[in-house]
């Protein structure tokens, strides 16, 4: 059931890679409650995925774009509010990638290379785009900007590798550039802390699927599906959340606050 939350509204959404991925299911229900949208991800992920069938579907366009460049980010600005007929009331980074975890390096032994590009992608292109639409003056007075991150910016787990730093950097970018961005627009900036997820990227961590069962244990809710985490992306696109800034938001089915559950201690007696 749509709602129009998002009628009349303007927005990009990056990272669709395919019909798995939290960004492809957050632009069908932004199309849906009303909103107008481009579709962005760099050139080597839409030679991977197949995002011209959701543009397709959204009644929209695809504007490539690297994230970690600043030619492209002002290239997509201005493709995006010349198509789109004005300035952008939401934007969703959903952008991450880790060589290191890619190529199973220890996290003993990473690539430093490797790592400052982990940074570049999957953290600092949040402040790249902030930053480059903000001199733009591509942003709408009080809009919404969203970040997609996850706990292991707080908790270590072992297989997330320095992925864990980007998260951590990408949340504080967040609180930083939320307090900027709020004083001067009204614009609200959030990260959404969400559940292990079976999309193609999360599948790619090492022991995924194990882990993905346990955090379901720990979750009274179970984990949260990406479906549900889109309806959450609505809700923080939409004018129902105007007060919500600078915060890192768990979507989580109840994980970061269970200490154990009945679920993983029949596990442990077996």
Wanted: charged residues 25%; glycine residues 8%.
């Amino acid at each position: 059931m749509a709602y129009n939350l998002l009628k009349g509204k303007r927005g990009i959404i990056s990272g669709a890679l395919d019909s798995s991925s939290i960004a492809w299911k957050v632009a069908e229900k932004a199309f849906r409650e009303g909103a107008s949208i481009i579709l962005t991800n760099a050139p080597i992920a839409m030679r991977m995925g197949e995002i011209n069938k959701l543009a397709e579907a959204c009644k929209t366009e695809v504007v490539p774009a690297d994230a970690t460049s600043l030619e492209d980010l002002e290239n997509l600005y201005n493709t995006s509010t010349e198509k789109l007929g004005g300035k952008i009331d939401f934007l969703l980074h959903s952008i991450g990638m880790s060589p290191n975890v890619r190529k199973k390096k220890e996290y003993g032994d990473l690539n430093y290379d490797w790592f400052q590009k982990t940074l570049d992608v999957s953290a600092l292109s949040f402040h790249k785009m902030m930053q480059v639409g903000d001199k733009q003056d591509a942003f709408n007075e009080g809009g919404s900007i969203l970040a997609l991150s996850y706990i292991a910016a707080q908790r270590t787990f072992p297989d997330y590798s320095d992925m864990a730093q980007a998260k951590s950097v990408l949340e504080s970018i967040a609180r930083s550039y939320g307090y900027r961005l709020g004083r001067s627009k009204n614009i609200r900036v959030n990260t959404i802390s969400q559940s292990p997820t079976m999309t193609t990227a999360g599948s790619g961590v090492p022991g995924f699927d194990i882990f993905f069962s346990y955090a379901d244990k720990m979750s009274p809710l179970g984990n949260a599906s990406a479906e549900a985490c889109a309806d959450y992306c609505i809700a923080m696109f939409s004018d129902l959340t105007k007060m919500v800034t600078m915060q890192n938001l768990m979507h989580d089915g109840g994980f970061s606050s269970s200490g154990i559950t009945d679920e993983i201690i029949e596990e442990l007696r077996k």
